[in-house]
């Protein structure tokens, strides 16, 4: 038996050789062409963004011994489910993200808040599809949480773009007033409630 086996080798090391192999590619986001990025590069690209918004590393769960079936990459795989699999557009997210979201003030310890459904359906429409004209909301699609909860805060549910064209057309009292304004400054755009009324 190794001297590294017996006493667990260096205190800094990576947990095993896959993870060491995993972490190598990381720089490859320096060079590599962003089209060409797989999961590894979307997760080095958001520990970059990490350290350089919160000025330290972020810590792995290491919750697997396999690195392709850790919590952080599980993240990464679902965020393109939930946004788009074109590695291009995950990389802006992640700038967005770091930019313009609630991560800008509060310090996040896990990678799951990319993954927020507020964030990636506000993102999804008021950024990515913003301006294009097959933009596919209608009545029946869900506000982002974000907005729900501007309304739930003065004791209006509003749950889909209908319920809120319903409350856009209603004579507004001060608080609904206000709760729009809010959501304008969330980056709600009126012009949606004009092509779903």
């Known amino acids: 038996m190794t001297k590294n086996k017996m006493d667990g080798g260096s205190l800094g090391d990576y947990p ?8 190598d590619k990381f ?51 679902r965020l393109a489910m939930l946004l788009s699999s074109n590695p291009q557009i995950l990389k802006e997210y992640i700038d967005w993200v770091f930019q313009s979201s609630s991560a800008a003030k509060t310090k996040r310890r896990s990678i799951s808040f990319i993954t927020e459904e507020s964030l990636t359906q506000y993102y999804k429409l008021n950024v990515l599809l913003k301006g294009k004209t097959n933009l596919d909301v209608n009545r029946s699609t869900q506000l982002p949480q974000n907005y729900r909860e501007v309304f739930q805060a003065i004791g209006i549910t509003a749950q889909n773009y209908g319920d809120l064209a319903f409350l856009f057309q209603m004579e507004k009292s001060p608080e609904l007033e206000a709760a729009f304004m809010k959501i304008k400054e969330l980056g709600f755009d009126e012009e949606i409630i004009g092509r779903i009324v």
């Open 16 to 23: 095993n050789e896959k993870y060491k192999q995993f972490f």
């Open 27 to 77: 720089p490859e986001i320096e060079t590599l062409d962003v089209t060409e990025w797989k999961t590894v590069h979307i997760l080095a690209y958001f520990c970059k963004q990490y350290e350089a918004h919160y000025q330290t590393k972020y810590s792995f769960k290491f919750n697997s011994p396999s690195p392709a079936k850790c919590f952080e990459v599980f993240q990464v795989k």
